[in-house]
């Protein structure tokens, strides 16, 4: 036992995190033997190809239903680059992953449509298409391990992420977790974009009975585990144009727990923070009352006050922006404006402002209260450096 009553979340982050100390000691050789396949496979299923849908014409009446979902995946978690290596090729996806190691996987709940039969698909990144692996009317058993959301009531298809451990975890150990976190929260930016872009209402929910959503999906919880659900809204459907609901349950805060041994880290946090019932659903999911401590007086202030970024005619610059983002690591150094930084900003924190551009002026998240910014300057025109 640790000596104070701290969590297990707080005994993971402190086990886990990288200081100058220790940050050598945590960078092991990697066995490229077991290098894990960042791709799903099925055996068996019912393909659905969506690759002649990604053209941003209009198609012909019932085509536009592939368009947009085609488009919302591809821009979502689709392939964008093949970098050629000494072994297998590396895929690059439209959403980043720390050490392209992509641990999230992407599945589709419909409730049965007339596009879609009821049942569970995996999108499969690599070919861009959709397998029917499980044909059945699995709605009702979504919305029970969703705990009744009222969103599920009056949609029919829900995105559902997951995350498969040793993919990350291959590389960063103990440490996956938070990267396996990095890397659904930048997928999950690209679902809620790409789904404004196709007039979608991605309704994001984080708290689902963890037991029942991976038996839903066959998964083997102790390889792979749901991280999120999100509801897509359909707005041309007026049926569908839904109020906002609870993103985010808690799960128990675990205080009692044994000394747990490197290498069991990851697992140990995540049953942990599981949630098996509804019975505190109306739990304190407030902003807390807590003292701003970083609210300092004497403090320099910036306004970064600034005009909404354009993004073009069908938000074309937008979806260019994402299909084509990098990482790199060889960097010009030249200086941002103040401008770009304040545009950057902007549009990371003002969603509200581009409602004229059918973005979500008030997108889901899970709880922003717990969340602080920083920007650290080294070279901005216009703004001395420090530590903002």
Same mark, same amino acid.
Request: glycine share 6%; charged share 20%.
């Given at each position: 036992?640790?000596?104070?009553?701290?969590?297990?979340?707080?005994?993971?982050?402190?086990?886990?995190?990288?200081?100058?100390? $220790?940050?050598? +000691?945590?960078?092991?050789?990697?066995?490229?033997?077991?290098?894990?396949?960042?791709?799903?496979?099925?055996?068996?299923?019912?393909?659905?190809?969506?690759?002649?849908?990604?053209?941003?014409?209009?198609?012909?009446?019932?085509?536009?239903?592939?368009?947009?979902?085609?488009?919302?995946?591809?821009?979502?978690?689709?392939?964008?680059?093949?970098?050629?290596?000494?072994?297998?090729?590396?895929?690059?996806?439209?959403?980043? +992953?720390?050490?392209?190691?992509?641990?999230?996987?992407?599945?589709?709940?419909?409730?049965?449509?007339?596009?879609?039969?009821?049942?569970?698909?995996?999108?499969?990144?690599?070919?861009?298409?959709?397998?029917?692996?499980?044909?059945?009317?699995?709605?009702?058993?979504?919305?029970?391990?969703?705990?009744?959301?009222?969103?599920?009531?009056?949609?029919?298809?829900?995105?559902?992420?997951?995350?498969?451990?040793?993919?990350?975890?291959?590389?960063?150990?103990?440490?996956?977790?938070?990267?396996?976190?990095?890397?659904?929260?930048?997928?999950?930016? =690209?679902?809620?974009? +790409?789904?404004?872009?196709?007039?979608?209402?991605?309704?994001?929910?984080?708290?689902? =009975?963890?037991?029942?959503?991976?038996?839903?999906?066959?998964?083997?919880?102790?390889?792979?585990?749901?991280?999120?659900?999100?509801?897509?809204?359909?707005?041309?459907?007026?049926?569908?144009?839904?109020?906002?609901?609870?993103?985010?349950?808690?799960?128990?805060?675990?205080?009692?727990?044994?000394?747990?041994?490197?290498?069991?880290?990851?697992?140990?946090?995540?049953?942990?923070?599981?949630?098996?019932?509804?019975?505190?659903?109306?739990?304190?999911? $407030?902003?807390?009352?807590?003292?701003?401590?970083?609210?300092?007086?004497?403090?320099?202030?910036?306004?970064?006050?600034?005009?909404?970024?354009?993004?073009?005619?069908?938000?074309?610059?937008?979806?260019?922006?994402?299909?084509?983002?990098?990482?790199?690591?060889?960097? +010009?150094?030249?200086?941002?404006?103040?401008?770009?930084?304040?545009?950057?900003?902007?549009? $990371?924190?003002?969603?509200?402002?581009?409602?004229?551009?059918?973005?979500?002026?008030?997108?889901?998240?899970?709880?922003?209260?717990?969340?602080?910014?920083?920007?650290?300057?080294?070279?901005? $025109?216009?703004?001395?450096?420090?530590?903002?």
């Amino acid at each position: 036992m640790p000596d104070q009553p701290i969590s297990i979340a707080q005994y993971y982050h402190e086990r886990t995190k990288y200081d100058p100390q $220790t940050i050598a +000691s945590k960078s092991k050789g990697l066995d490229w033997s077991q290098q894990p396949y960042p791709f799903k496979e099925y055996k068996i299923g019912q393909t659905f190809d969506l690759k002649p849908y990604l053209s941003r014409q209009t198609v012909p009446q019932k085509g536009d239903f592939w368009r947009r979902i085609s488009r919302i995946l591809g821009c979502s978690y689709g392939l964008t680059a093949k970098i050629a290596t000494m072994g297998s090729p590396l895929y690059l996806r439209s959403a980043p +992953s720390a050490g392209g190691l992509y641990p999230a996987e992407v599945y589709l709940i419909s409730r049965g449509t007339e596009f879609l039969p009821a049942g569970l698909y995996s999108y499969q990144g690599q070919s861009h298409s959709l397998l029917l692996f499980w044909e059945s009317d699995v709605w009702t058993n979504l919305q029970s391990a969703c705990f009744w959301n009222p969103v599920l009531e009056n949609t029919d298809i829900a995105l559902v992420t997951s995350a498969i451990f040793y993919r990350s975890a291959w590389r960063y150990e103990d440490r996956a977790y938070r990267r396996i976190f990095l890397d659904t929260g930048h997928l999950l930016g =690209n679902i809620e974009l +790409s789904a404004s872009i196709n007039d979608y209402r991605a309704h994001l929910i984080g708290g689902f =009975n963890d037991s029942q959503m991976n038996e839903l999906l066959y998964l083997d919880s102790e390889k792979e585990s749901v991280m999120t659900v999100i509801p897509l809204a359909d707005l041309l459907n007026i049926r569908q144009n839904l109020p906002p609901s609870t993103t985010a349950l808690p799960s128990a805060t675990t205080t009692l727990y044994p000394k747990i041994a490197e290498g069991e880290l990851l697992n140990s946090l995540h049953r942990a923070t599981i949630i098996a019932t509804d019975e505190k659903i109306e739990a304190n999911i $407030t902003p807390s009352n807590w003292e701003d401590k970083y609210n300092f007086p004497f403090c320099l202030k910036v306004s970064v006050t600034s005009r909404p970024v354009n993004w073009g005619e069908d938000l074309i610059d937008l979806e260019s922006t994402m299909l084509k983002r990098r990482s790199t690591r060889a960097y +010009s150094g030249a200086s941002l404006s103040l401008d770009e930084l304040r545009a950057l900003l902007h549009f $990371t924190y003002q969603p509200q402002d581009y409602a004229d551009q059918n973005l979500d002026p008030n997108p889901d998240y899970f709880d922003l209260d717990l969340l602080e910014t920083f920007i650290a300057v080294s070279a901005v $025109t216009g703004l001395e450096e420090g530590c903002y």
